[in-house]
C-alpha cells in the first residue's frame, strides 16, 4: 500500500465513527447555539432534501440558468440554489420549474408564467424586444458607427494631406511609364 | 486615540482646503511662497491622516467597542490580521483608507516627480488635495468611523465570514490602491491643461504612476476572483456583478490609455483622446466607489445603503462638468502634430485597439447601468445578469484578442506589403494550425476555436519577436541566447514588458475559454457510496462519500464533510468542504462558552478545490439530509482555472518588467518606423 493510500484510510477511519443519526430542532433565532451533537443538520445552515435527478436535467438546469432567484442574491435560480444553501426561494422555484415540466409545459412556456409573476425582472437578462433592444444592440452599434466614423475621418484627411504634400512636392507628371514604374516599385519597397 | 483620529480627521478637512486653494492660485499666479504653502500642504495632509487611521487602528486592536465601527466590523476572537483588514472591511473604514492613501500618493507624488516637471506640481497637489478633501468631508459628515456609541457592548459583531479570508486580506487594497491611484495621472492631466502646458511632458511625468495604477488594478481583480472562487463557492470566478464590473471599468480606459499614449509620445497625435481617457479612468474608479456605496445598483459586494451615495454623485458631476469646460477652453491647444498616414500602420492598430477598449468599457458600463435606464425610460425593471454581458462581449474580446497580436507588428507611420508578410506569416501559419487541430479533434464551439486559434497567432507575435530579437543580438554582438534575451529585454523594458503582458492576456483568454465546458453534478450520498462524472478532458472522477464531522474552531461552528476522489481508477485523495456557522460571544471570556454564544451572519461555505493544469475539482458540501447519514454535494469541473490565476502572474510578470527603472523615451525617427526588432535591423544595415 502507497503510503498517501495509508494516510487516506487513516483519515477516512478517523473521520467515519463520526457518523450518526441527524436528529434536531432548529433553534431559535439568536438563541444560544452550539450544542454537542454529531450531524445536526441545523447546526450549520439547513436539512437538505434528498437529490433526484431532476436537479441535475439539463433541461431544468438551462431553465434555471435563464431565472434569476427572487430573493435579491443577484444569482440564477440554479447556481442559487446549489450555492446559498441559506436560501429558501431558489428551492421553492425550482420545485415549481420541476411541477411545470412535469406537466408538460415548454421552456417558453415555464418561463413565460415566471415572468407573469415576477415580472421581467426574473429574467437573467432582458427580452430581445422593443426598448431592451437597445440593450443590445447599442454597444456594437455605437462602437461600429465610431469606427466607421474613424476610417472615414482619417482617410478623409489623409487625402487631403497626401494632396496637399503632393503639391508642394517634386512633380513626377513627366516621368517616362518605365521611369514611373521604377518609382513606384522602390516606393513599395522602401520600409517607412 | 479615536480624539486624535477625529482632531486628525478636522485637521485634514482645513489643510485639504487650504492645499486646494493655494495650489491652484500659487499655480496660476506662480507666486513661489503659495506654490511652497501648497507642497508643505500635502505632506501635512499626509501626515494628519496617517494621525487619524493610527487613531482607528489602535481602537480596532484595542477592541474599543464603545466605537460603533469597531463594534460593528470586530469581534473578540477575530484573529489580528482579519482586524487590522477591517479598517478598510467597511464603509466608514473605507473611505478614510481612501483619504490616507491618497494623501500618500500625493505627497510622493510632489517628492518624487522630476523637477523638470516643477510648472505642473502646483496644480498636482490642488487636485490631489481637492479630491482628499472630498473623501475627508464624506468621512467627517456621512461616515465617520470614529462615531461613539451611547453604551460599550461587551462583543462586536465580526467581520463577515466571507471577509475572513487571505484574498480578502490584500484584494481590496490592491483595487483602492488601484483606484486611488489613478488620480495622480488625472492630477496631472489636470495640470497640463489649467497650465497650459500640453505637450509630452504631462506624460512622461506620469508614465510609471498609470503603470502603477494599472497594475494595481489588474492585481486588485485578479485576488478578487481568487477570493470568488474559493470563497463564495458557486464555482467561478466572474459574474459580471455590477461592483466587478465597476472595477474592470477603470481598467479598460487605463489599458486603453495605456496604448494611446504611446501614439501621443511617438507622433505627437491623440492629444484630445489621452485627456479624454485619463479624465474617464478617474471618472471611473470615483463611479465604482459611487457604486459600491451608494446602493444604487444591487450587488452582493455593495456596503450597506448610505447618504454617502449622494456625495458621491454631486462629486461625479461637478468632475464631469469640470473637465469638459477645462477641455472645450484648451480644445485650440490640442491639435494633433501629425496625421494618420495609413489605416495599415501601427497608430491605426493602436487607434481600433482603443476603439474595442472603450467599447468594451461602454458596453459594460451599459449593461451595469441598463436596469437603471430600463426603470426610468420604461418603469420596467430588468435583470442585467451574464448572459447579456457575455453576448456582447466575448464578440468584442476575441477582436480585441486579435488586435493584441496584429498591432506590435504592423510598422508607425505606414505598414509594406512586405512587412506585413514577413511580420504576418509565422503567427498566421500558428493561428491555423491551431484552428485545424481543434477542428479535427471535434471541438465545435466556434468562440472557443476563435480564441484558441488567436491565442496561438498572438503566442506567435509575442515569440517571433523575442526570438527574432535574441537571434539579431546573438548575431551582431556575439552574445549567448540567455545573455542576449536579458539584454534586449533590458534595453527596452517597456516594449518586451508590453510583450510579456500581452502573454498574460492570451493566457487568461485560454483560461476563460475552460469556463465553457465546466460540467456540474449534484448528489446526495450515503458514506460509501459514489458519484461518477466525466470531465471535459475526457477522464472520468469517482466521489466517494467518506462521513461528516461536525466540531468548534475557535469564531465558529463547523461541519465538514470528506470524500475520497479517484480519476480513472486511480485515487488522488480527500477531499474537504466545510460549511460555517460563525457565532460572537456575550460576555467578554475567551474561549466563549456554549451558552453565550450567538449567532453571527448567515452560515458560510469552504469549498474544497483541487487544482491541475487541466481542470479543477470542485466539490461544496451543501448539507446533510434530516434524519440520515446522507450528505449533498455539488461536484464540479473547472477546466483551466489554474492558468487564470497564472495568467495574472504573467501580466503582473510584464507590468513589473514594465516599470523596471531603465526604460529609455525616443520620439519617432528612423529607426522607430518599421514594426518589430528585425525590421530596426534592416534600417541599421542599409545604413
Given at each position: 500500500?502507497?503510503?498517501?493510500?495509508?494516510?487516506?484510510?487513516?483519515?477516512?477511519?478517523?473521520?467515519?465513527?463520526?457518523?450518526?443519526?441527524?436528529?434536531?430542532?432548529?433553534?431559535?433565532?439568536?438563541?444560544?447555539?452550539?450544542?454537542?451533537?454529531?450531524?445536526?443538520?441545523?447546526?450549520?445552515?439547513?436539512?437538505?432534501?434528498?437529490?433526484?435527478?431532476?436537479?441535475?436535467?439539463?433541461?431544468?438546469?438551462?431553465?434555471?440558468?435563464?431565472?434569476?432567484?427572487?430573493?435579491?442574491?443577484?444569482?440564477?435560480?440554479?447556481?442559487?440554489?446549489?450555492?446559498?444553501?441559506?436560501?429558501?426561494?431558489?428551492?421553492?422555484?425550482?420545485?415549481?420549474?420541476?411541477?411545470?415540466?412535469?406537466?408538460?409545459?415548454?421552456?417558453?412556456?415555464?418561463?413565460?408564467?415566471?415572468?407573469?409573476?415576477?415580472?421581467?425582472?426574473?429574467?437573467?437578462?432582458?427580452?430581445?424586444?422593443?426598448?431592451?433592444?437597445?440593450?443590445?444592440?447599442?454597444?456594437?452599434?455605437?462602437?461600429?458607427?465610431?469606427?466607421?466614423?474613424?476610417?472615414?475621418?482619417?482617410?478623409?484627411?489623409?487625402?487631403?494631406?497626401?494632396?496637399?504634400?503632393?503639391?508642394?512636392?517634386?512633380?513626377?507628371?513627366?516621368?517616362?511609364?518605365?521611369?514611373?514604374?521604377?518609382?513606384?516599385?522602390?516606393?513599395?519597397?522602401?520600409?517607412? | 486615540?479615536?480624539?486624535?483620529?477625529?482632531?486628525?480627521?478636522?485637521?485634514?478637512?482645513?489643510?485639504?482646503?487650504?492645499?486646494?486653494?493655494?495650489?491652484?492660485?500659487?499655480?496660476?499666479?506662480?507666486?513661489?511662497?503659495?506654490?511652497?504653502?501648497?507642497?508643505?500642504?500635502?505632506?501635512?495632509?499626509?501626515?494628519?491622516?496617517?494621525?487619524?487611521?493610527?487613531?482607528?487602528?489602535?481602537?480596532?486592536?484595542?477592541?474599543?467597542?464603545?466605537?460603533?465601527?469597531?463594534?460593528?466590523?470586530?469581534?473578540?476572537?477575530?484573529?489580528?490580521?482579519?482586524?487590522?483588514?477591517?479598517?478598510?472591511?467597511?464603509?466608514?473604514?473605507?473611505?478614510?483608507?481612501w483619504?490616507?492613501v491618497l494623501?500618500?500618493f500625493?505627497?510622493?507624488?510632489?517628492?518624487?516627480?522630476?523637477?523638470?516637471?516643477?510648472?505642473?506640481?502646483?496644480?498636482?497637489?490642488?487636485?490631489?488635495?481637492?479630491?482628499?478633501?472630498?473623501?475627508?468631508?464624506?468621512?467627517?459628515?456621512?461616515?465617520?468611523?470614529?462615531?461613539?456609541?451611547?453604551?460599550?457592548?461587551?462583543?462586536?459583531?465580526?467581520?463577515?465570514?466571507?471577509?475572513?479570508?487571505?484574498?480578502?486580506?490584500i484584494h481590496p487594497p490592491m483595487l483602492y490602491l488601484g483606484y486611488i491611484s489613478i488620480t495622480i495621472p488625472f492630477?496631472?492631466?489636470?495640470?497640463?491643461?489649467?497650465?497650459?502646458?500640453?505637450?509630452?511632458?504631462?506624460?512622461?511625468?506620469i508614465?510609471k504612476w498609470t503603470i502603477v495604477s494599472w497594475l494595481f488594478l489588474s492585481i486588485g481583480i485578479t485576488l478578487g476572483r481568487w477570493w470568488?472562487?474559493?470563497?463564495?463557492?458557486?464555482?467561478?470566478?466572474w459574474?459580471?456583478?455590477?461592483v466587478e464590473n465597476a472595477s474592470f471599468l477603470p481598467w479598460l480606459t487605463m489599458t486603453a490609455f495605456l496604448?494611446?499614449?504611446?501614439?501621443?509620445?511617438?507622433?505627437?497625435?491623440?492629444?484630445?483622446?489621452?485627456?479624454?481617457l485619463i479624465?474617464l479612468s478617474f471618472l471611473l474608479s470615483i463611479f465604482g466607489t459611487?457604486?459600491t456605496?451608494?446602493?444604487?445598483?444591487?450587488?452582493?459586494?455593495?456596503?450597506?445603503?448610505?447618504?454617502?451615495?449622494?456625495?458621491?454623485?454631486?462629486?461625479?458631476?461637478?468632475?464631469?462638468?469640470?473637465?469638459?469646460?477645462?477641455?472645450?477652453?484648451?480644445?485650440?491647444?490640442?491639435?494633433?502634430?501629425?496625421?494618420?498616414?495609413?489605416?495599415?500602420?501601427?497608430?491605426?492598430?493602436?487607434?481600433?485597439?482603443?476603439?474595442?477598449l472603450?467599447?468594451i468599457a461602454?458596453?459594460v458600463?451599459?449593461?451595469?447601468?441598463?436596469?437603471?435606464?430600463?426603470?426610468?425610460?420604461?418603469?420596467?425593471?430588468?435583470?442585467?445578469?451574464?448572459?447579456?454581458?457575455?453576448?456582447?462581449?466575448?464578440?468584442?474580446?476575441?477582436?480585441?484578442?486579435?488586435?493584441?497580436?496584429?498591432?506590435?507588428?504592423?510598422?508607425?507611420?505606414?505598414?509594406?506589403?512586405?512587412?506585413?508578410?514577413?511580420?504576418?506569416?509565422?503567427?498566421?501559419?500558428?493561428?491555423?494550425?491551431?484552428?485545424?487541430?481543434?477542428?479535427?479533434?471535434?471541438?465545435?464551439?466556434?468562440?472557443?476555436?476563435?480564441?484558441?486559434?488567436?491565442?496561438?497567432?498572438?503566442?506567435?507575435?509575442?515569440?517571433?519577436?523575442?526570438?527574432?530579437?535574441?537571434?539579431?543580438?546573438?548575431?551582431?554582438?556575439?552574445?549567448?541566447?540567455?545573455?542576449?534575451?536579458?539584454?534586449?529585454?533590458?534595453?527596452?523594458?517597456?516594449?518586451?514588458?508590453?510583450?510579456?503582458v500581452?502573454?498574460g492576456i492570451?493566457?487568461y483568454?485560454?483560461?476563460?475559454?475552460?469556463?465553457?465546458?465546466?460540467?456540474?453534478?449534484?448528489?446526495?450520498?450515503?458514506?460509501?457510496?459514489?458519484?461518477?462524472?466525466?470531465?471535459?478532458?475526457?477522464?472520468?472522477?469517482?466521489?466517494?462519500?467518506?462521513?461528516?464531522?461536525?466540531?468548534?474552531?475557535?469564531?465558529?461552528?463547523?461541519?465538514?464533510?470528506?470524500?475520497?476522489?479517484?480519476?480513472?481508477?486511480?485515487?488522488?485523495?480527500?477531499?474537504?468542504?466545510?460549511?460555517?456557522?460563525?457565532?460572537?460571544?456575550?460576555?467578554?471570556?475567551?474561549?466563549?462558552?456554549?451558552?453565550?454564544?450567538?449567532?453571527?451572519?448567515?452560515?458560510?461555505?469552504?469549498?474544497?478545490?483541487?487544482?491541475?493544469?487541466?481542470?479543477?475539482?470542485?466539490?461544496?458540501?451543501?448539507?446533510?439530509?434530516?434524519?440520515?447519514?446522507?450528505?449533498?454535494?455539488?461536484?464540479?469541473?473547472?477546466?483551466?482555472?489554474?492558468?487564470?490565476?497564472?495568467g495574472g502572474?504573467?501580466l503582473v510578470?510584464g507590468g513589473v518588467?514594465t516599470l523596471?527603472?531603465?526604460?529609455?523615451?525616443?520620439?519617432?525617427?528612423?529607426?522607430?518606423?518599421?514594426?518589430?526588432?528585425?525590421?530596426?535591423?534592416?534600417?541599421?544595415?542599409?545604413?
Amino acid at each position: 500500500m502507497r503510503r498517501r493510500d495509508l494516510l487516506g484510510h487513516v483519515a477516512a477511519a478517523a473521520v467515519l465513527p463520526l457518523a450518526g443519526v441527524a436528529r434536531a430542532q432548529e433553534p431559535p433565532a439568536g438563541a444560544a447555539v452550539g450544542a454537542p451533537e454529531l450531524y445536526d443538520p441545523f447546526r450549520v445552515g439547513r436539512p437538505r432534501d434528498r437529490i433526484t435527478d431532476y436537479e441535475n436535467d439539463p433541461f431544468i438546469v438551462g431553465l434555471e440558468s435563464r431565472m434569476r432567484c427572487t430573493c435579491g442574491c443577484n444569482l440564477d435560480v440554479y447556481t442559487c440554489r446549489t450555492t446559498d444553501f441559506t436560501c429558501a426561494t431558489s428551492p421553492a422555484m425550482h420545485r415549481e420549474v420541476v411541477q411545470m415540466v412535469e406537466s408538460g409545459k415548454t421552456a417558453q412556456e415555464v418561463i413565460d408564467a415566471f415572468v407573469a409573476r415576477h415580472g421581467e425582472m426574473v429574467l437573467m437578462a432582458p427580452k430581445k424586444e422593443g426598448f431592451n433592444l437597445l440593450g443590445y444592440f447599442l454597444p456594437g452599434a455605437a462602437i461600429a458607427s465610431v469606427g466607421a466614423w474613424l476610417i472615414w475621418a482619417l482617410t478623409k484627411r489623409r487625402t487631403r494631406v497626401v494632396t496637399a504634400e503632393a503639391s508642394d512636392g517634386v512633380d513626377v507628371s513627366g516621368l517616362v511609364p518605365e521611369e514611373r514604374a521604377k518609382l513606384e516599385a522602390e516606393l513599395s519597397n522602401l520600409e517607412l | 486615540m479615536t480624539t486624535l483620529g477625529q482632531l486628525g480627521l478636522w485637521l485634514a478637512l482645513l489643510i485639504g482646503a487650504w492645499g486646494t486653494f493655494v495650489g491652484f492660485y500659487g499655480g496660476i499666479t506662480g507666486r513661489a511662497e503659495l506654490i511652497a504653502s501648497a507642497r508643505r500642504a500635502t505632506y501635512a495632509l499626509c501626515g494628519v491622516l496617517v494621525v487619524a487611521s493610527i487613531g482607528l487602528l489602535v481602537a480596532l486592536l484595542k477592541h474599543d467597542f464603545n466605537v460603533a465601527y469597531v463594534a460593528g466590523y470586530t469581534s473578540r476572537d477575530l484573529p489580528t490580521v482579519y482586524i487590522l483588514s477591517a479598517f478598510y472591511g467597511g464603509q466608514a473604514g473605507s473611505l478614510l483608507f481612501w483619504a490616507v492613501v491618497l494623501s500618500i500618493f500625493g505627497a510622493l507624488a510632489q517628492w518624487l516627480t522630476s523637477r523638470r516637471y516643477d510648472h505642473l506640481l502646483p496644480h498636482v497637489a490642488g487636485v490631489t488635495s481637492a479630491v482628499v478633501l472630498f473623501f475627508v468631508i464624506v468621512t467627517l459628515f456621512a461616515a465617520n468611523p470614529f462615531e461613539r456609541l451611547p453604551f460599550t457592548p461587551a462583543d462586536g459583531s465580526g467581520l463577515n465570514p466571507q471577509l475572513q479570508n487571505p484574498g480578502m486580506v490584500i484584494h481590496p487594497p490592491m483595487l483602492y490602491l488601484g483606484y486611488i491611484s489613478i488620480t495622480i495621472p488625472f492630477a496631472f492631466g489636470v495640470a497640463a491643461l489649467v497650465s497650459r502646458r500640453l505637450d509630452t511632458g504631462w506624460l512622461h511625468a506620469i508614465r510609471k504612476w498609470t503603470i502603477v495604477s494599472w497594475l494595481f488594478l489588474s492585481i486588485g481583480i485578479t485576488l478578487g476572483r481568487w477570493w470568488a472562487y474559493v470563497e463564495l463557492g458557486w464555482g467561478g470566478y466572474w459574474a459580471w456583478d455590477p461592483v466587478e464590473n465597476a472595477s474592470f471599468l477603470p481598467w479598460l480606459t487605463m489599458t486603453a490609455f495605456l496604448h494611446s499614449v504611446m501614439i501621443q509620445e511617438k507622433r505627437g497625435m491623440l492629444k484630445k483622446w489621452n485627456m479624454v481617457l485619463i479624465s474617464l479612468s478617474f471618472l471611473l474608479s470615483i463611479f465604482g466607489t459611487f457604486i459600491t456605496r451608494s446602493g444604487i445598483i444591487s450587488s452582493v459586494h455593495s456596503f450597506a445603503q448610505s447618504q454617502v451615495g449622494y456625495y458621491f454623485l454631486g462629486f461625479l458631476i461637478f468632475i464631469i462638468l469640470a473637465m469638459a469646460a477645462l477641455l472645450w477652453l484648451r480644445l485650440p491647444m490640442l491639435e494633433s502634430e501629425a496625421h494618420l498616414e495609413s489605416m495599415v500602420s501601427r497608430e491605426a492598430s493602436f487607434l481600433f485597439n482603443n476603439l474595442i477598449l472603450v467599447g468594451i468599457a461602454f458596453s459594460v458600463f451599459w449593461g451595469t447601468m441598463f436596469p437603471i435606464i430600463s426603470e426610468i425610460v420604461r418603469g420596467t425593471q430588468v435583470t442585467v445578469g451574464p448572459p447579456f454581458f457575455n453576448q456582447v462581449n466575448i464578440p468584442l474580446g476575441i477582436l480585441l484578442l486579435a488586435l493584441t497580436g496584429i498591432g506590435p507588428l504592423i510598422a508607425w507611420r505606414k505598414a509594406s506589403v512586405r512587412n506585413l508578410q514577413r511580420q504576418f506569416a509565422v503567427p498566421v501559419a500558428s493561428g491555423g494550425i491551431a484552428a485545424a487541430i481543434l477542428t479535427a479533434l471535434g471541438m465545435g464551439n466556434f468562440y472557443a476555436i476563435a480564441t484558441v486559434s488567436l491565442g496561438a497567432f498572438v503566442t506567435g507575435t509575442i515569440l517571433q519577436e523575442f526570438v527574432r530579437g535574441v537571434g539579431a543580438r546573438h548575431r551582431l554582438h556575439g552574445e549567448g541566447y540567455a545573455q542576449a534575451l536579458a539584454r534586449l529585454v533590458g534595453r527596452n523594458r517597456r516594449r518586451y514588458g508590453g510583450y510579456v503582458v500581452h502573454l498574460g492576456i492570451v493566457i487568461y483568454f485560454l483560461a476563460f475559454t475552460g469556463q465553457a465546458f465546466t460540467v456540474d453534478l449534484e448528489a446526495s450520498l450515503n458514506p460509501g457510496e459514489v458519484a461518477e462524472m466525466r470531465s471535459p478532458w475526457g477522464h472520468t472522477y469517482a466521489f466517494t462519500h467518506i462521513g461528516v464531522s461536525q466540531y468548534d474552531e475557535l469564531n465558529r461552528l463547523v461541519s465538514a464533510a470528506s470524500v475520497e476522489v479517484a480519476r480513472d481508477g486511480e485515487r488522488v485523495g480527500i477531499m474537504k468542504s466545510e460549511k460555517r456557522q460563525h457565532f460572537t460571544c456575550s460576555a467578554p471570556i475567551e474561549p466563549c462558552p456554549r451558552q453565550m454564544r450567538q449567532r453571527s451572519f448567515e452560515p458560510s461555505t469552504e469549498a474544497g478545490i483541487r487544482s491541475d493544469l487541466r481542470e479543477d475539482v470542485y466539490i461544496v458540501f451543501a448539507g446533510v439530509v434530516e434524519g440520515t447519514e446522507e450528505a449533498v454535494y455539488r461536484f464540479t469541473l473547472n477546466p483551466m482555472v489554474w492558468w487564470v490565476w497564472f495568467g495574472g502572474f504573467v501580466l503582473v510578470v510584464g507590468g513589473v518588467v514594465t516599470l523596471w527603472p531603465g526604460t529609455t523615451i525616443r520620439t519617432v525617427g528612423q529607426d522607430d518606423t518599421q514594426g518589430g526588432y528585425a525590421a530596426q535591423l534592416v534600417e541599421a544595415k542599409r545604413a
